[in-house]
């Protein structure tokens, strides 16, 4: 059974920094792109952050430089590490992980991030 279990989610004022973790389970963590998606209140999801099977990392461009995505393949985890937070990115934090070269595709359920002016 695949989990994704997202953590590190809550409330901080604008300036601010959160670490978001996601441990995953089930599936072999290091065949797998995995990414942070976000989906703000009334808006639809949209990716934050990806890291691929060998570290390659992108990101939304209007996040490049406060986010940072990283993988302990040995710990089956990915971390979002996000720096100046803005009430902008204010949301629902997603974990996905994409096994490379097929079509499976898993999500976690999520962790609330909100960021107060």
């Known amino acids: 059974q695949v989990q994704l279990v997202e953590s590190g989610g809550g409330l901080v004022q604008a300036g601010g920094s959160l670490r978001l973790s996601c441990a995953a389970s089930?599936?072999?963590?290091?065949?797998?792109?995995m990414a942070w998606y976000r989906q703000a209140p009334g808006k639809q999801r949209e990716l934050v952050a990806r890291?691929?099977?060998?570290?390659?990392?992108i990101y939304a461009d209007s996040l490049k430089g406060r986010f940072t995505i990283s993988r302990d393949n040995a710990k089956n985890t990915v971390y979002l590490q996000m720096n100046s937070l803005k009430p902008e990115d204010t949301g629902v934090y997603y974990c996905?992980?994409?096994?490379?070269?097929?079509?499976?595709?898993?999500w976690g359920e999520g962790t609330l991030v909100t960021v107060s002016s």
């Open positions: 996905n992980a994409e096994w490379v070269g097929t079509t499976m595709n898993y």
């Open positions: 089930g599936i072999i963590f290091r065949l797998h792109t």
């Open positions: 890291i691929s099977t060998s570290g390659s990392t």
